[in-house]
């Protein structure tokens, strides 16, 4: 039973367009989410977090907002550039000071120059 | 600087054979967490070390054992593996207790065959 969801498995957007991922929670309790980033051969590194005191949380091109009554969070890329290809990883954890988060399966973006 | 290490990057094992896998870290970080990643799928936590007090999951089989002998390194053994277990194992680290989890650094992983 998925806690974290990330129903698109790939999503491809033309360079300079925006990338919408999407990502869907099931656990009320969550309150603090986290977008990961991982290249091929890598571990994830962290891109962006929100708490669930606030709808809207911004870092130069990347944005993320939160829906908490629809249970749902986005990361909005914008200008997409081929160097944003990757798999993006929605994480949510019950609070930020906590030592566990779940993940969700992943996103993987393909920026198309 | 490589700041999170994992060894080997690729490990081939025998169905039932033992296997260890080797985690270190250079930022002396208190928290230290082994993930398994099947393929497609969320990095599910196993289980995870606050300095030396050990946290299982309540999920994580009991073929998968865990060692921090000192802050820098951590292990992974698996002591039967299965074909099941074939997978990317994540190793990742969390300065301490009132830190944001933006602080949590990974490796780069293990890639498990199981033959």
């Known amino acids: 039973d998925q806690q974290v969801k990330q129903n698109s498995p790939s999503l491809s957007v033309q360079e300079g367009r925006i990338s919408i991922l999407n990502c869907d929670y099931t656990?009320?309790?969550?309150?603090?989410f986290l977008w990961y980033k991982k290249y091929p051969a890598e571990g994830p590194t962290f891109l962006i977090s929100i708490s669930s005191i606030k709808d809207k949380n911004e870092d130069g091109r990347f944005t993320v907002f939160l829906n908490k009554s629809a249970k749902h969070l986005s990361l909005h890329i914008v200008p997409s550039q081929p160097g944003d290809s990757a798999v993006y990883f929605c994480a949510a954890s019950p609070d930020n000071y906590g030592q566990n988060f779940v993940f969700g399966p992943g996103t993987r973006l393909s920026v198309l120059p | 600087d490589a700041m999170v290490i994992q060894n080997p990057r690729y490990q081939v094992t025998q169905f039932g054979k033992p296997v260890t896998l080797s985690c270190s870290q250079t930022l002396n970080h208190n928290v230290m967490y082994w993930y398994q990643q099947k393929s497609s799928q969320a990095p599910k936590l196993l289980f995870h070390?606050?300095?030396?007090?050990?946290?299982n999951e309540a999920d994580t089989p009991d073929n998968f054992q865990s060692r921090r002998p000192n802050t820098s390194f951590c292990f992974l053994d698996i002591r039967s593996p299965g074909l099941g277990d074939a997978a990317m194992y994540l190793c990742a680290t969390l300065a301490g207790a009132g830190t944001l989890k933006d602080e949590q650094f990974f490796g780069p992983g293990t890639r498990l065959t199981v033959l």
């Open positions: 656990n009320s309790m969550f309150d603090y």
């Open positions: 070390y606050y300095d030396k007090d050990f946290n």
